[in-house]
C-alpha cells in the first residue's frame, strides 16, 4: 500500500534538504531508473513473468554497478544477489459463472463489473458452488478479547457469507475497535482468513469506496487477474473455497429483493449485538476451473557488510513487483506499468544503495532488500522475513519505501500508521534538522499500516516503519497535496495510468530519500537498538529476543 499520487505540478523550490551535509541523491539516476522500471518493455513487472526476469536482472546489475555486494541466497559458500521465494500460483482458466437466486429473480454477476472473485488458492482444480444459502455477517469479525462476534454461533458451512469491508468504528468514528483507524480486523485478509477458519462454502466483501480507501477499479484489477500464495502445508486454513468482492450497489439490490434493508443492517453491524441475518430464499452459484501450480521466485538483496559489527544490520526495504498484464482499461491498455507504485520506491532504494556502498564503511551492515509479490499480500516480504538472510533479532531496523510522491517538495512527511517506536523518533528528529515536520498518518482508516513490506518484520517484532511523502507541497500547500493524492488514487492506483509522466519534478523525491537514507545511515553508524513504545503491540516480540542483542 500506499497513499500517494499523480504528479503532474511542478515545482521549482528548493529543500533543505539539499543543504551541502546532507546526502547528494541524483534526480537524474532516479529518472532513470523509474522510466526503465515502469517502461512497456517490463510488462508490469508481474511475479513469474518475463517481466519478472527482467526486473531481477536489471536491480541485480544495478546493484552491482553501484558497489553492492550480493546479499542474498549462499551457494557453494558464497551469496547470491537473490534469495529464493517458493510461491504458489494460481489463476481463473477460462470463464467465470457466477449469478444469484431470490425467489423468481436470476440475477447474472459479471467477473470484474458486478463481482470480482478470485482463483481459489485451495489447490483445486474447479470450483463449483450451486444454490448455496446467503448470509450476511455484519464486518466478519470475531474478536473475543473485545466481547465480539458477528457469527453468533451460525453454522457457516456450505453457506456464502457476505461481510462489509473495514471495522464497525469507521462510520462512526469511536467504539470498541479503536475509532477510525483501523484495526488488522478490518483488513479484507483477516475476513477471508476467519471465513477459512470457519468453513464457509465462500466469502464475498461489499466494496464502498471510502472504507475500502480505493475504488472498484482497484478491487477488479487486483482480484481477477493472476494471484500468488506463499506455500502452504493446508491452504485451505486461510484460505475458503470461494473469495471475492461485490459491488455495493449489486449487494444493495439483492438484499432489497431479499426483503431485507442493506442501510439498516449496516448499520446495526456496528454494534456487538449485532445478529448475522439469512437472506431468506437466496442462493449463491458460481464456476469455474483454476490452474495452479508452484513457482520460485526472487527477492534481489544487496549489501554493504558492516566494518565492526558485520552480523548487525540496517535493512532498506522495497516491493518490485506490479500487477503484470491484465484487464485492459478504457484506452485499451492492458500494461499495469506500477511507475509510482513502486519504480519509486526501487529508484530509491538502488540510490541508497550507491550512497552506502561509495561511502566509508558503516559499522553495521546495510541491506537492500527488493521484495516479490508485495501487491498478492507482501509475500516476498512474509517470505523473508519467516526466513530471514540475516537474524530478526539483529536486525536494527527496516525502512520500508513504497510509491514515493512525484509532485514536488513537500513541506512535511509521514509513516503508514500511527506506530509508536524509537525509529519514528529518529525520523522526526533527522526531519526537523532540514526543516521538515512530522504529520501524523491522515487515514488510519485505511489501514495502511498493513498494506507495505515493513508490516512481516513488524508483527515479529523488528521496529519498522514504512516512510510516506508529506501532502504539505511546497508550492500550493496541503490542498495541492491532497489534490494530487486524491487524482493518483482515483485515476491511477492499481491502474494502467501509472505511468511515467514527463512533467514529474523529482526534487521532492530526493529529499526524501535523502531523508530517509540518514536516519538508516546513522543507525548502521551506531550501537543503539531503537526499541517500540509502551503498549505497541510489536514489543513484547522484540522483548522475547532482547538476550541476543549486545
Known sequence: MKRLLLATVLIAAPMLAHASDAPKIDPAKLTAHIKTLSSDAFEGRGPATAGETKTVAYISEQMKAVGLEPGGDLKDGKRLWTQDVPLSKFDIDGPVTAHVMVGADHIMLSQGEQVAIRAAMTHVNAVSIKDAPIVFAGYGVKAPERNWDDFKDLDVKGKVV???????????????????AMT???????????????????????????????????????????MFDIVRKDPTKQHPPMEGWIQRDVAVDLFKKAGLDFEALKKAAQSRDFKPVELKGATFSADYKVKHETIVSKNVVGKVTGAKRPDETVIFSGHWDHLGVGLPDAKGDKIYNGAVDNATGIAAMLEMGRLAASGPKPDRSMVFLAVTAE????????????????????????????????????KDFTISGNAKLDLLDDLIAKGKAVGRTYTPDPATEAGYFYRSDHFPFAKRGVPAISFGSGEDLVEGGVAAGKAASDAYRINAYHQPADEWNDSWCLDGMSADIALVYSVGRDLAGSNRWPEWGEGAEFKAARDATKAQRK
Open 375 to 410: 501487491e498478492r499480500g507482501l509475500l516476498g516480504s512474509e517470505y523473508y522475513a519467516s526466513n530471514p538472510l540475516y537474524p530478526l533479532a539483529k536486525t536494527a531496523g527496516v525502512i520500508n519505501t513504497d510509491a514515493l510522491d512525484p509532485t514536488g517538495p513537500a
Open 162 to 180: 457476505v461481510v462489509l469491508i473495514n471495522d464497525p468504528d469507521f462510520e462512526t468514528g469511536s467504539g470498541d475497535f479503536g475509532g477510525k
Open 184 to 226: 488488522y480486523y478490518g483488513r479484507w485478509t483477516y475476513k477471508f482468513e476467519e471465513a477459512a477458519r470457519l468453513g464457509a462454502a465462500g466469502l464475498l466483501i461489499v466494496h464502498e469506496t471510502a472504507p475500502a480507501s480505493y475504488g472498484w477499479a482497484t478491487v477488479k484489477n487486483s482480484n481477477t487477474n493472476t
